[in-house]
């Protein structure tokens, strides 16, 4: 199988694609895969676009390995939690272009970006934890309060409301919506305005924004976590 995910670039834009071939899960490779475009998107771009596969964005965390144990669960939580938390600090603007679906863990790729262009169209956005039987993790309530709409966040967390992409707008998932044929050219056109900016003031403004929220997950993440998973 190819790599889940493939970096270009683009007028010094990095272009993160991630595509597994399936529902484009937050699977150990996709993980490693996003980390390692990150790492060289800072040594060498202004700003990031990431993009899912045409239908799917993200579809949350790997359900073959959440289910073969805890200790293998621990450890894609843990990974995929470092992953949320630096794409939400990224010193460099972060644009996500939504290219469909983005329940759960994708749900919360998706509250880490800078701007959020959507793909109109037959898509299911939104936290459903609650709904299949699972409390909203701190780490996702926390990212939900900062980004979502005060008047969406109950539905969007306690009642597990999912969206469709002009519901998600109007929640807070999105910044705006796009055609399947513009998506991508709007995120770069963002992507491209905002790397123009000051990347130290940039980076130092985004840190005063959302330090305390990142210190917080960081500092209840694996007493939340152990809460959480099944024991044994």
Known sequence: MSEPVTYTSERSVAVLRMDDGKA????????????AGLTRAEAEAKAVVLVGRPGKFNAGFDLRVMMSGPEQATALLRDGADLLMRLYACPLPVVHACTGHALAGGALVLLTGDVRVGVDGA????????AIGMPVPVLAMELARDRLSAAELGRATLQATVYDPAGAVRAGYLDELADEATLVPRALEHAARLGELSRSAYAATKARLRGRTIAHITSTFEDDMQSLLPKG
């Open 24 to 35: 484009n899960a937050l699977s150990t490779e996709m993980i490693a895969g996003l980390r």
């Open 123 to 130: 898509f299911r956005l939104g936290l459903n934890e609650v």
